[in-house]
């Protein structure tokens, strides 16, 4: 596809489970974010990766918190051990890099029961 | 510590009215500055954007202003339409993208 694609759109967790998101970026886009977004706010950094290396993480907000790009397309955001708190919309977004715009996922919408 | 804030959460306008968007931000470093449009469950779209070395850019009914002395951004829309509805937000960038928590504005036909 022309966008940015993520999987799953919704996923539901148990308190205490594992999940993994993941995102698909415009091909070619060196630069990948994760943001979080909960009702009624606007996104809030999580991660920035350039090509495979995650040059920025300072937006995660526990160690239970975990992003990869191993080969500098598909990216993964893993939470392990899910708490009710981390409940919001997951958004990744890719850019050529530089002065150039984000372009936005439709979001995986987690629900931690 | 909020660096982009939009302090309207919502607006409404008449339809072929002009709408106006407003954003303060703090960081005098930020270089490039972005307006996103947002329907519900979909993702934050691309409108327009403005360098730090411009004060206006224009794309069609949009355009956006910059008062770098004021720390101010502005998104114009003429003339509004229905579909224009919608969440919008300003962001602004320096290595990393922040953005602000929205205006939800209602185009009323």
């Known amino acids: 596809g022309a966008g940015v694609s993520q999987s799953p759109r919704y996923k539901v967790a148990k308190r205490g489970q594992d999940v993994a998101l993941r995102c698909d970026p415009i091909?070619?886009?060196?630069?990948l974010f994760w943001y979080q977004q909960a009702l009624g706010q606007g996104p809030e950094f999580l991660t920035y990766?350039?090509?495979?290396?995650?040059?920025?993480k300072s937006g995660l907000p526990s160690d239970r918190f975990f992003a990869e790009r191993p080969e500098g397309s598909v990216s993964t955001l893993k939470i392990q051990r899910t708490q009710q708190e981390d409940s919001a919309v997951y958004l990744c977004a890719s850019s050529l890099g530089g002065a150039s715009p984000l372009h936005f996922g439709n979001g995986t919408r987690l629900t931690v029961t | 510590d909020q660096q982009v804030k939009q302090n309207s959460p919502s607006l409404s306008v008449q339809e072929g009215r002009i709408s106006i968007l407003n954003c303060d931000y703090t960081?005098?470093?930020?270089?490039?500055f972005l307006w996103y449009k947002k329907y519900p469950a979909e993702g934050p779209t691309f409108l327009i954007s403005?360098?730090?070395?411009?004060d206006k850019n224009e794309d069609g009914r949009f355009t956006v202003f910059l008062n770098k002395s004021a720390k101010h951004l502005s998104l114009h829309i003429v003339p509004s339409q229905p579909g224009d509805s919608a969440v919008y937000f300003c962001a602004a960038s320096v290595n990393q993208f922040y953005f602000g928590t929205g205006t939800s504005l209602t185009v009323i036909p």
């Open positions: 990766f350039q090509n495979e290396a995650q040059l920025d």
């Open positions: 091909s070619g886009h060196v630069s």
């Open positions: 960081n005098s470093m930020f270089d490039y």
């Open positions: 403005i360098s730090s070395i411009k």
